[in-house]
């Protein structure tokens, strides 16, 4: 379990990406990894609700299933789960996902692609909430009651 584990780990940071880059790789091999993690049922629950596999359900959802409505799910959920905490400042790749998902239901609605500036409408349309990688995920999105929904800054 130990091996496949560490090359789940490659493999999900990989999918993540950084400073805004896209993973390029083979969703359905990390699909086949994100289920590798759901069954391995109670005895890592704390593995399902690490930023990075939230973050490549999503992505897989989006990319490989073009499920944008699951990947908007994922990473705008209510408290703990939609905060990414360990992207703090890093939102670009998270911004793509809420861009990309809200651009393919467009174009799903159109019946055809988006035009640059259709895009640009849909993208200004639907503003990437400042509650996505918050670099104040731990006060700010844990604490709904206080700030609700959208960010105070």
Same mark, same amino acid.
């Not at 969703?27 to 490549?56: H, M, N």
């Not at 959802?61 to 959920?77: C, E, G, N, Q, W």
């Not at 799903?108 to 409408?121: C, F, N, P």
């Given at each position: ?19 805004? $880059? ?7 091999? /990390?699909?086949? *990894? *994100?289920? /590798?993690i759901?069954? *391995?049922?109670?005895?890592?629950? $704390? ?5 990075? !596999?939230?973050?490549? &359900?999503? &992505? ?11 990947a ?8 703990? /789960? ?24 467009a174009?799903?609605? &159109?019946? $055809?692609? /988006? ?5 640009? &409408? ?5 503003? !990437? ?25």
């Amino acid at each position: 379990l130990s091996t496949e584990m560490a090359f789940l780990g490659q493999t999900l940071a990989q999918s993540t990406g950084s400073q805004g $880059s896209s993973y390029d790789g083979d969703y359905t091999k /990390l699909s086949e *990894l *994100l289920t /590798l993690i759901d069954d *391995l049922g109670d005895d890592c629950e $704390s593995c399902r609700r690490t930023d990075a !596999v939230l973050t490549s &359900k999503a &992505k897989v959802a989006l990319y490989a299933h073009s499920d944008a409505t699951a990947a908007l799910a994922i990473v705008s959920a209510p408290g703990e /789960l939609g905060c990414f905490p360990t992207y703090a400042s890093d939102r670009p790749d998270l911004s793509m996902i809420w861009n990309d998902a809200h651009e393919l239901i467009a174009a799903q609605e &159109k019946g $055809s692609t /988006l035009t640059l500036l259709e895009a640009k &409408k849909v993208r200004e349309a639907h503003k !990437v909430p400042a509650s996505i990688g918050c670099q104040y995920a731990t006060s700010w999105c844990t604490n709904t009651e206080k700030y609700g929904a959208t960010a105070p800054f």
